[in-house]
């Protein structure tokens, strides 16, 4: 079983800043892409930021130069640098990691319970 545990969700002012972790643990042999998603109230959940095993990032239009993904492939670990934050940010942001590969040979994709980003204005 793989779970995934984010943190670093909270308030924050316009402008602020936050930094989301997230850890995957279980029965990992490897992730192929982590990243982060986010879904604001009556939205769709949309991509904000992901990364590759080998360190390839991708963004959402709306985060580019705020925004900072990285990763600790060696702790199975997903991070989120928000700078400048905006309103509009606000949202419950998911960490989901993809093609993971376990032990036992599985290959699934996972996701994590979620965590609350207020960007008051």
């Known amino acids: 079983q793989v779970q995934l545990v984010e943190s670093g969700g909270g308030l924050v002012q316009a402008g602020g800043s936050l930094r989301l972790s997230c850890a995957a643990s279980?029965?990992?042999?490897?992730?192929?892409?982590m990243g982060w998603y986010r879904q604001a109230p009556g939205a769709q959940r949309e991509l904000v930021a992901a990364?590759?095993?080998?360190?390839?990032?991708n963004y959402a239009d709306s985060v580019k130069g705020r925004f900072t993904i990285s990763r600790n492939n060696a702790k199975n670990t997903v991070y989120l640098q928000m700078n400048s934050l905006k309103p509009e940010d606000t949202a419950v942001y998911y960490c989901?990691?993809?093609?993971?590969?376990?032990?036992?040979?599985?290959?699934?994709?996972?996701w994590g319970q979620g965590t609350q980003v207020t960007v008051s204005s």
């Open positions: 989901a990691a993809e093609s993971v590969r376990t032990v036992a040979g599985t290959l699934e994709d996972y």
């Open positions: 990364i590759t095993s080998g360190g390839s990032t």
């Open positions: 279980g029965s990992i042999f490897s992730i192929n892409a």
